[in-house]
T-cell receptor, first 112, second 111 residues
Framework: NAGVTQTPKFRVLKTGQSMTLLCAQD?????MYWYRQDPGMGLRLIHY???????AKGEVPDGYNVSRLKKQNFLLGLESAAPSQTSVYFC???????????FGPGTRLTVT | GENVEQHPSTLSVQEGDSAVIKCTYS??????FPWYKQELGKRPQLIID?????GEKKDQRIAVTLNKTAKHFSLHITETQPEDSAVYFC??????????FGRGTSLIVHP
């Protein structure tokens, strides 16, 4: 089992460019999450999904969009990247909200 | 919604000492409390969790205690080792509510 995987691992964007981060899990989990991690700010929830075809906003959703067309995949999109979106992005999945979250290895994004 | 506060933000100990990290939560209905460890440059990983029907749980050198009345739970690490150096996150959740994470504690264990 690969667990939770993320692509790409690193990316550098110019302001205004767009990109999509892909998260995939092979544990048949219903719940999937996207977090961003900035120094001293902990893990902040961007968007989450409670099942295929569903998405919901988290704590810091502005500037991001998500889609969950297949149960195993959760995509995070940046339509027009801004320097404030420079961060490390983690995807996670879980069986339910009162169960362990399994995190991906992270994507380090720099917006110049 | 749920609010989780974690203290301290930084904890420095000597190897062999004990370390305690405390989290308080606001929603009395929360019933699942995990702790994650994140080593430098790595992903967070669960190290121990506790549910509201249990007051304490141990796994070798780590333990978690839960005080439902006071709405706080703590991570205890005994006989700390340099490999315990990491950022530790607590979280709280219940029912269909997405978990809320604390801001994290950077634990530094000096050899």
């Amino acid at each position: 089992n690969a667990g939770v995987t993320q692509t790409p691992k690193f990316r550098v964007l110019k302001t205004g460019q767009s990109m999509t981060l892909l998260c995939a899990q092979d544990m048949n989990h219903e719940y999937m999450y996207w977090y961003r991690q900035d120094p001293g700010m902990g893990l902040r929830l961007i968007h989450y999904s409670v099942g295929e075809g569903t998405t919901a906003k988290g704590e810091v959703p502005d500037g991001y969009n998500v889609s969950r067309l297949k149960k195993q995949n959760f995509l995070l999109g940046l339509e027009s990247a801004a320097p404030s979106q420079t961060s490390v992005y983690f995807c996670a999945s879980s069986y339910g909200v009162i169960y362990e979250q399994y995190f991906g290895p992270g994507t380090r994004l720099t917006v110049t | 919604g749920e609010n989780v506060e974690q203290h301290p933000s930084t904890l420095s100990v000597q190897e062999g000492d004990s370390a305690v990290i405390k989290c308080t939560y606001s929603d009395s209905a929360s019933n699942y409390f995990p702790w994650y460890k994140q080593e430098l440059g790595k992903r967070p990983q669960l190290i121990i969790d506790i549910r509201s029907n249990v007051g304490e749980k141990k796994d070798q050198r780590i333990a978690v205690t839960l005080n439902k009345t006071a709405k706080h739970f703590s991570l205890h690490i005994t006989e700390t080792q340099p490999e315990d150096s990491a950022v530790y996150f607590c979280a709280a959740s219940r029912g269909s509510y997405i978990p809320t994470f604390g801001r994290g504690t950077s634990l530094i264990v000096h050899p």
